[in-house]
């Protein structure tokens, strides 16, 4: 069983959280027999050379890897990296034999790469239009040209042998859009590593505390509460820190630790100073799985303030960590976060709801056993099942054809 994963991904880059995580989780959880490629980038062309096939692994697993752009995921720049690494991706596809394998995307635009290739194509999609492409708060290219988004979406998604969405009501859009999609689209939720999110032991996870808060200038004494993502509109950071600064007036001294990098850091890092809170906010930079994992279980609760969602990953491992969330009503969030145990929702996007929403989740007991409940059902090897299957029966009608 051939696999080609297309996507800007370098596998020697650390990810928190969203797709490039997914991938490497893909990657980890695959069966052994599955062999698997990527045409991905590098950030590093003196230890990775552009262009020549490596042989690598990712948590253990050996897969190849050849980078056809030089670049990181987690940096902007004028012309979008999905858009440059399609265009590459056209060139090498030419080079690269990829007939009769598996293809896998996680953007519309790679498949356009390959549109012709004869080979099995499965879609992932993390997002509804609604929010991806219509929302003002979208930092996305295509909802500059929701227009040419549309005219694409039209001439890659029928192709597509399979379509996966974390969003549900994201996969009833598609259907009905296009019917020859009935059988061919499903929901599909994401998942935390089992065997990175966990609760720890609690001497472990005090030890942690103390080690992480030392580390990043806080105080492991009072509450902690943990975020991680891009700072990007998307994930709306400005709107949890200006909560920072509203949760101090009803519980002061409540500590945030931030992990994650993007466009809105500056901003993010001047309003902390103005409002005086540089002493309970950290910025901690991108961290790895196994870092995030050990920040979770360090602190007492997670919280997310996306404008939209999918079915954000970071919430299922907190939940998996034994952690408690508050998060805005994005995506699937009422999916998983179903009693006050988990945490809560909050409807109103404000810093003061925001803000009394974690107050309110941090003065309760805490309930690590429902959280693991709520969790219990996103693990790779349930939630990816499906899509394995796919792949192993197109490898089996091949042989026999």
């Known amino acids: 069983m051939r696999v080609v994963l297309l996507h800007p991904h370098d596998p020697d880059v650390p990810y928190a959280s969203g797709v490039g995580t997914m991938i490497n989780t893909f990657i980890s959880c695959a069966p052994d027999d599955m062999d698997i490629e990527l045409l991905g980038i590098t950030g590093d062309p003196n230890a990775v050379p552009l262009g020549k096939l490596r042989d690598t692994e990712v948590d253990g697993r050996p897969i190849r890897h050849l980078p056809i752009l030089v670049d990181h995921p987690s940096i902007r720049s004028r012309i979008p990296l999905s858009f440059r690494y399609t265009w590459l991706l056209k060139k090498w596809s030419k080079k690269v034999d990829l007939t009769g394998a598996s293809l896998l ?7 356009w790469g390959v549109r012709h290739v004869d080979a099995q194509k499965l879609m992932f999609l993390h997002y509804h239009v609604d929010d991806q492409i219509l929302n003002p708060k979208s930092e ?14 039209k001439r890659i998604l029928p192709k597509m042998d399979h379509l996966w969405s974390e969003r549900s009501d994201g996969i009833d859009w598609w259907k ?28 472990r996870a005090s030890e942690l505390r103390n080690q992480l808060c030392k ?16 700072f990007e509109g998307q994930k709306d950071p400005m709107l949890l820190i200006r909560s920072w600064k509203e949760l101090q007036k009803i519980a002061p001294g409540t500590q945030l630790a931030l992990a994650g990098a993007g ?19 950290a910025f901690l930079g991108t961290l790895n799985q196994s870092a995030v994992a050990e920040w979770l279980n360090a602190s007492d609760i997670f919280v997310l303030s996306s404008a939209f969602e999918g079915m954000a990953l970071s919430m299922v491992e907190a939940l998996a960590s034994g952690v408690p969330v508050v998060t805005t009503r994005v995506g699937e969030a009422p999916r998983v976060i179903t009693q006050p145990a988990h945490g809560r929702i909050v409807d109103d996007r404000t810093p003061e ?13 805490r309930d690590p056993s429902a959280c693991l409940l709520a969790a219990d059902p996103y693990t790779p090897r349930k939630v990816l099942q499906p899509v394995y299957d796919s792949i192993r029966a197109h490898a089996q009608e091949r042989s026999s054809s």
């Open 263 to 281: 466009s809105c850091e500056q901003e993010m890092r001047q309003f902390t100073t103005e409002a005086g809170l540089d002493s309970q906010i």
């Open 105 to 111: 995307f996680h953007r519309l635009e790679t498949a």
């Open 140 to 153: 996305v290219t295509w909802s500059k040209v929701p227009w040419l988004y549309f005219a694409l979406e």
């Open 176 to 203: 009905k859009r296009y019917p020859i999609l009935q059988d061919r689209a499903d929901f599909l939720p994401t998942w935390a590593e089992d065997r990175v999110f966990y609760p720890f032991e609690k001497q």
């Open 353 to 365: 709801s925001l803000a009394a929403a974690v107050a309110e989740v941090l003065t309760q007991e």
């Open 215 to 230: 580390k990043a200038g806080l105080d492991p004494a009072k509450k902690l509460a943990f975020f991680a993502a891009r």
